[in-house]
């Protein structure tokens, strides 16, 4: 059975089995006889087919700019403009280039090494094992940082500042509850 036909084979048995019209063992390995007062003898199960590789350097790019841009758009704009005046349309161009190289080479990256690992994997088959666990704990990092930057974004439209670092540890707690 080859990869095209293998989602639709997995239903046509999972419906025979259900219709009752056989079991998810192989048809060369025949049934097992079951007694009274013993555990019944399970065949093999069937794993369900692997999810399919679908996104391609454009899903990468937005997924990587929606990352960027994230919640920083709702706290941004009156720090930006106050320090940037009147280069605040120069300013978010570049942010917008730099935004750009970095999904791109991403997801160069990840069609290089197409493997789970991400950062990790980059950096300790590019720079070797050292440097691998360096970039993987800086991307941890990062998304920690990330979070409570959000977490807080939140928490000052929520409640205002009296209380936002509570409101925010909170948002955080609850959602890493949720995810679990």
Known sequence: MNASNAPRAFVDRARA????????R????GRRRRSVGRAASVG??????????????ADAVWIGLGSMIGAGVFAVWAP????AGTGLLFGLVLAGVVAWCNATSSAQLAAAYPTSGGTYVY??????????????WGFVVGKTASCAAMALTFAAYAVGPAWARPVAAGAVIALAAVNY
């Open 17 to 24: 089995v259900v219709d009752g019209a056989s079991d998810w």
């Open 26 to 29: 192989r048809p060369s390995e």
């Open 44 to 57: 093999p199960v069937a794993s369900p087919p692997a999810l399919a590789r679908r996104l391609g350097t």
């Open 80 to 83: 930006a403009a106050a320090a």
């Open 123 to 136: 950096g300790r088959e590019q720079l070797g094992p050292w440097w691998g666990f360096v970039a993987g």
